[in-house]
């Protein structure tokens, strides 16, 4: 697989892992379980969550 191809699916995974720990996170499912179901650390869970917070202005 090619370097451009390679990045490509490399996106596609972490943007479809993104997607499950904010939906996992929306039903209430605890960081430390999301992060242990996704093999993720329990701050890379907090950071994804954290970025996709609803801005207040």
Do not use: Y
Request: glycine share 4%; aromatic share 0%.
């Amino acid at each position: 697989m090619c370097n451009l191809t390679q990045g490509i699916v490399e996106d596609a995974v972490n943007d479809t892992t993104e997607k499950i720990i904010l939906s996992m996170n929306e039903d209430g499912i605890k960081v430390e379980q999301i992060a242990r179901i996704t093999k993720k650390t329990v701050e890379e869970v907090e950071e994804i969550i954290k970025k996709n917070e609803p801005v207040m202005v």
